[in-house]
Structure formats: C-alpha cells, structure tokens
C-alpha cells in the first residue's frame, strides 16, 4: 500500500479538565482548538461525558460553530446513551466516535466490546448515521470485533493502542512487539473490509512513529499527552513536533530530524 500523509487529531478535553479545576472560563478550549488547527492538527476531538468532568454541553457548542466555520471537523466521543445521541443528533458533529463509558475511571480504559455488545451499539450506529454523522467505534485491536464493527454498520474503526504504548514505556520490549503486531493485523482486517482506519489512547512521541507508519493508518487521535507537553513547550510546539514525527514515518527519506 502506498504511503499517504496521515491526519491528526488533537483531543482537547484536557484543557477544560485544567479549566475545571479552579472554574471560570480559562483555559478556553476553542482557544486551544484555534491553536491546534495552527499547528497542524487536521481536526479536533472532544469527548463530552456523562459526568462533564471536563467538556461541557456549551464547549461542544461552541467547538461545533467555531469549526464549521473554519471547515475544519469536529470527532465527538460519546457513550452508547440516549442522552448522548440525542446530543450528536442536535449538534451532528462530523463524526461520532463511541466509546466505552464508566464513571469511576479516569480515562478511557479500552474498547468498546461490540461483539459483546452489538444489539445495543447497532441502533445507535444508524440513528448517527441518519443524522449525518461519520461514526467510528472505538474498539481493541482484534479481528472479531472489525468484523462486527463492519457488520453494523460504522465507517471507521479507532483502534485502541495504549496496551501497546504501555508496553513500550515500561521497556518491555516483547510485548510491545505482540501489540504493534496486533494493531497491525487489525488495520489490515479493517482496510479490507472497507473501513476506515484511526488509531489513538497513550500515544507519545516515543510510540507515534510505529503506530503512524501503519500505511492503513489514516487518522491518529492524540490529546493527554500533548496537553501536558504543552506546559513545558507550548500547545503549539508539542503539536508541531507530533506532526513531524507522524509524517517522517510515513515518508522517511522526506523528512530530517523531528528534534
């Protein structure tokens, strides 16, 4: 498959969470939005949850002006629930991406189980769909769950890739190895078979490189650690050098030294 420049989408959510923290209105996620776009993201991604520990109803809002303005998408994350699909249905994001829910974790913890779960994630995927969103199931990197994926009836598939980032910052250089290989099985299952591919969850700039030359690869959703590297550099300047990194390795006689 011949390689292709790949999109990047930047997840905001954090800004609000650091907003949240003390109330107000600073730091402003659309700020952070406007910036992005700046630095090269292709698109933004915010995940409203059920609790609104970080974006709010009036952030998605105002993130889905702001952005239809510019042409740029909005990929909204949302828990299989009424609530959140009658919110999508008022607001029709670009795309919607589903996600497993559960109030006591701290962030997504993995996939959505659709094999498990499909009569409950099918309804949901056509409701979307009718109303004009691109969906995308965030799943785990397994051939059982594209195939159900494909079955009712999403666009894309997201594949979850923070076993693998895991494995990499602890060293562990095997298990790594049998995760990068079982995203890669799963970004093939899913071309095949017509989906579109994104990737997303842990990356950094030591695991982007390997998961970005997965020439099925189209997209990759990053957003907690660029946050948190923008305290050091500046939102700007730790987006810039992710897109680097991305684009070096899907071309790397094109590009020198992401540093």
């Known amino acids: 498959m011949a390689r292709r420049l790949i999109r990047l989408g930047v997840n905001i959510d954090h800004v609000a969470t650091i907003r949240n923290a003390r109330?107000?209105?600073?730091?402003?996620?659309?700020?952070?939005?406007?910036?992005?776009?700046?630095?090269?993201?292709?698109?933004?991604t915010a995940h409203l949850r059920e609790d609104r520990r970080h974006i709010s109803d009036d952030d998605i809002e105002r993130l889905t002006a702001y952005l239809r303005g510019r042409e740029r998408p909005l990929n909204l994350e949302m828990a299989v629930t009424q609530e959140m699909l009658a919110i999508a249905e008022a607001h029709r994001p670009h795309a919607a991406c589903l996600v497993p829910?559960?109030?006591?974790?701290?962030?997504t913890e993995g996939g959505l189980d659709v094999a498990r779960q499909h009569s409950i994630v099918a309804p949901a995927v056509q409701r979307l769909r009718q109303a004009g969103c691109r969906v995308s199931l965030?799943?785990?990197?397994?051939?059982?769950?594209?195939?159900?994926?494909?079955?009712?009836g999403a666009q894309v598939v997201e594949l979850h890739t923070g076993a693998y980032c895991d494995a990499v910052r602890a060293g562990e250089a095997e298990v790594a190895a049998e995760h990068l290989k079982r995203l890669t099985?799963?970004?093939?299952?899913?071309?095949?078979?017509?989906?579109?591919?994104?990737?997303?969850?842990?990356?950094?700039?030591?695991?982007?490189e390997a998961v970005a030359a997965l020439p099925e690869v189209v997209e990759l959703n990053i957003g907690h650690f660029l946050i948190g590297e923008a305290i050091f550099?500046?939102?700007?300047?730790?987006?810039?050098?992710?897109?680097?990194?991305?684009?070096?390795?899907?071309?790397?006689?094109?590009?020198?030294s992401p540093e």
């Open 185 to 208: 099985e799963a970004a093939h299952a899913a071309a095949a078979r017509g989906l579109e591919v994104h990737a997303g969850h842990g990356i950094d700039y030591a695991t982007v």
């Open 23 to 44: 109330g107000g209105a600073h730091p402003d996620p659309v700020r952070a939005a406007e910036l992005a776009i700046e630095a090269g993201a292709n698109g933004i």
């Open 138 to 152: 965030f799943i785990e990197p397994s051939p059982v769950q594209v195939a159900v994926a494909d079955a009712i």
């Open 233 to 256: 550099v500046g939102l700007k300047g730790a987006i810039e050098r992710m897109r680097r990194l991305m684009d070096r390795a899907r071309a790397p006689s094109s590009y020198g």
């Open 101 to 107: 829910e559960k109030r006591e974790e701290r962030t």
